[in-house]
């Protein structure tokens, strides 16, 4: 198994390594996705069912839109 490494900036992105960019054959514009699975990440280069899926999902995520909201789960 190979590693490799990136160090997160102050707004918590980092420069995927040139290592994984080639594996992935990813370019710059491409867009990644994470698969989560407990206490794992996989990352991958992201696919036209991706977008799909999170678009399909939009319209369910309206949890936490009111001002009480904010201020109550701000500090999360």
Do not use: C
């Not at 994984?20 to 989560?36: Q, T």
């Amino acid at each position: 198994m190979q590693t490799t490494t990136a160090k997160l900036t102050s707004k918590y992105q980092a420069t995927i390594p040139k290592a994984v960019r080639n594996i992935l054959h990813l370019k710059s514009g491409d867009a990644i996705a994470f698969d989560i699975e407990d206490d794992q990440i996989l990352i991958r280069k992201a696919q036209p069912v991706d977008f799909a899926f999170t678009k399909s999902l939009e319209g369910t995520l309206n949890e936490w839109q009111s001002a009480n909201d904010e201020e109550a789960y701000r500090a999360l």
